[in-house]
Nanobody
Framework: QVQLVESGGGLAQPGGSLRLSCAAS????????MIWARQAPGKGFEWVSG????????DYADSVKGRFTISRDNAKNTLHLQMNSLKPEDTALYYC??????????????WGQGTQVTVSS
């Protein structure tokens, strides 16, 4: 079955960086778009970023554009999210998701358990 395991979360200072990773298994990783989303305390689920199955295109929420970079390694079945210039409002539980096909980057068919990111001084 589909398994998505996030890692790399933790505590960062405002202006700092973190790199999230997602290890995927149970499906052909290179056939699917992949997605990052987050949920902050007391707030709704927010789509953050997505990437085509072949990595040829990416998309970002306005709130993270220019600060976050999504990437993937199809040889290692791994998805990443490089987060720079972190802000306190980036504090959330971050989820890795599998898309429903190769190119739709805003709809997920499965999610991992999440990794916590806390941005605070």
């Amino acid at each position: 079955q589909v398994q998505l395991v996030e890692s790399g979360g933790g505590l960062a200072q405002p202006g700092g960086s973190l790199r999230l990773s997602c290890a995927a298994s149970g499906f052909t990783f290179s056939n699917y778009a992949m997605i990052w989303a987050r949920q902050a305390p007391g707030k709704g689920f927010e789509w953050v970023s997505g990437i085509y199955s072949d990595g040829s295109a990416t998309d970002y929420a306005d709130s993270v554009k220019g600060r976050f970079t999504i990437s993937r390694d199809n040889a290692k079945n791994t998805l990443h999210l490089q987060m720079n210039s972190l802000k306190p409002e980036d504090t959330a539980l971050y989820y890795c998701g599998r898309g429903i096909d190769a190119r739709r980057v805003r709809i997920s068919g499965a999610w991992g358990q999440g990794t916590q990111v806390t941005v605070s001084s």
